[in-house]
């Protein structure tokens, strides 16, 4: 019996938790999407993605997830933080590392906000060991 109390509490608290992280998962989220029309193809999260028009959304606790509803594709990723070096305000934007012909995302940044680092993929990793990548912007807009 007692055994049975013990798997229902734990029961009762993992629910609990896991109402807690989608509650306030949402609050720590930037502002609205970012939208961005890629010409080239790119890496996220290990995944070559299609050029086309993008809906970039954090969805809170590190999370995002990038959209390419004509291609029917999308990638959820998790980041962490870049801060700004500037008080002036940022502008919303996406930055690709590219190394020859493959560019990979690497900073996604909200207007005025601090923003958003995906791990680098272990292909970036392997390319960087070898060649130093040129930076390239994509402005993006809502």
């Given at each position: 019996?007692?055994?049975?109390?013990?798997?229902?509490?734990?029961?009762?608290?993992?629910?609990?938790?896991?109402?807690?992280?989608?509650?306030?998962?949402?609050?720590?989220?930037?502002?609205?999407?970012?939208?961005?029309?890629m010409?080239?193809?790119?890496?996220?999260?290990?995944?070559?993605?299609?050029a086309?028009?993008?809906?970039?959304?954090?969805?809170?606790?590190?999370?995002?997830?990038?959209?390419?509803?004509?291609?029917?594709?999308s990638?959820?990723?998790?980041?962490?933080?870049?801060?700004?070096?500037?008080?002036?305000?940022?502008?919303?934007?996406?930055?690709?590392?590219?190394?020859?012909?493959?560019?990979?995302?690497?900073?996604?940044?909200?207007?005025?906000?601090?923003?958003?680092?995906?791990?680098?993929?272990?292909?970036?990793?392997?390319?960087?060991?070898?060649?130093?990548?040129?930076?390239?912007?994509?402005?993006?807009?809502?």
């Amino acid at each position: 019996m007692n055994a049975t109390r013990s798997g229902i509490a734990i029961r009762v608290a993992l629910i609990a938790a896991t109402a807690i992280l989608f509650i306030a998962g949402p609050a720590q989220a930037q502002s609205g999407a970012l939208k961005a029309t890629m010409p080239f193809s790119f890496y996220a999260a290990n995944q070559l993605l299609p050029a086309g028009e993008y809906e970039i959304r954090a969805v809170g606790n590190g999370v995002v997830k990038l959209s390419n509803y004509e291609a029917n594709t999308s990638v959820v990723f998790f980041t962490f933080g870049v801060n700004r070096v500037t008080a002036n305000p940022i502008s919303p934007r996406l930055v690709f590392n590219r190394y020859a012909d493959d560019y990979f995302l690497s900073e996604m940044w909200w207007a005025g906000q601090d923003g958003r680092k995906p791990t680098p993929s272990k292909r970036e990793a392997e390319l960087a060991k070898t060649v130093s990548p040129e930076q390239t912007v994509t402005l993006a807009h809502r």
